[in-house]
């Protein structure tokens, strides 16, 4: 089993350098596919009201053998919940569901700014790290100006920012802000999902010359990046796979190229974080 490197957030915690995306998943299904997961070494799992699926990844993490102590659970705060009392109560909910006797990271799972209640919001995770029942807290979808708005509101830096990030959208200008305010970057659809960009030059010739696979390259072009994909597979041999990305390291110029595929329409669909809303 491949080691899996750790990152130390803002908040002086610790969380692995690759995660396992739980989306869809559900039900019986999503439970063996959870269990596969852990059993080939992901140790941070990443969930949400909104996948419907805690209870799923909980049982998981309960069944696995595996002490919870060394596993990571993250969970997202839906829009339905932006009240700050209503933030509180969803993340006692969202413990109570995972199982856990506190959560490891809890996010806002969009700004929602057209509802405008993101502060509201971060107030409630800020409540809930300083009641214990989550240990990390951040967000999710938030651009630059949204970061700055609950910093300024609360003195509170969010130690994570989940956002879509992948080669047909590299997010540059926002990866740089990210590293001004000491922000950790995950990634989700790392691998472009629907528009993956496993035939292109840039990834299939670095594919070629290490010896890997077009996704294990896209992977590697993440973490070394320093951002943390969240990749996701109900596959047992593909899961094991997208883990394997420790043994084998990108050129600069391989990286550079592949970060060049990245273009102004390269979101996976209309999920502009200034007009999106999700409740």
């Known amino acids: ?3 899996t490197p750790q990152i130390t957030l803002n908040d002086a915690s610790s969380i692995p350098a690759i995660g396992f995306g739980t989306y869809p998943l559900v039900g019986r299904e999503g439970f063996e596919a959870v269990s596969s997961a852990i059993d080939v070494g992901y140790r941070l799992l990443d969930s949400a009201v909104n996948y419907e699926n805690e209870g799923t990844v909980g049982a998981a993490i309960s069944g696995s053998g595996v002490a919870s102590d060394d596993i990571t659970v993250q969970t997202k705060l839906p829009g339905r919940h932006h009240d700050t009392d209503a ?3 969803s993340g006692w909910e969202s413990r109570y569901r995972l199982g856990v006797e506190q959560i490891d990271v809890l996010l806002i799972h969009w700004p929602n700014p057209i509802t405008g209640k993101y502060r509201e919001a971060w107030r409630g995770l800020v409540e809930l790290q300083r ?3 989550v240990r990390t807290i951040g967000v999710s ?5 949204h970061l700055r ?3 300024d509101d609360s003195g509170v830096v969010p130690a994570i920012n989940q956002v879509e990030l992948h080669p047909r959208f590299p997010q540059q200008e926002l990866l740089a802000a990210h590293r001004e305010l000491g922000i950790q970057t995950q990634a989700w659809s790392p691998l472009g999902k629907r528009k993956p960009a496993y035939e292109d030059d840039a990834v299939a010739s670095a594919a070629a010359a290490h010896g890997v696979s077009p996704a294990q390259v896209i992977l ?5 990046r320093g951002v943390i994909p969240l990749p996701k597979s109900a596959t047992p041999v593909r899961q094991a796979a997208n883990l394997g990305i420790f043994g084998f390291e990108l050129t600069h110029s391989e990286v550079a190229a592949i970060t060049a595929l990245g273009r ?3 979101r996976l669909f209309d999920g502009d974080p200034n007009q999106h809303e999700e409740h």
Do not use: L, P, S, Y
Not at 220 to 224: A, E, G, I, L, S
């Open 1 to 3: 089993m491949t080691e």
């Open 87 to 89: 933030a509180v109560r």
């Open 131 to 133: 009641q214990g029942v």
């Open 141 to 145: 979808n938030f651009t630059e100006q």
């Open 149 to 151: 708005d609950i910093i």
């Open 220 to 224: 590697r072009w993440h973490f070394q």
């Open 264 to 266: 102004a329409d390269g």
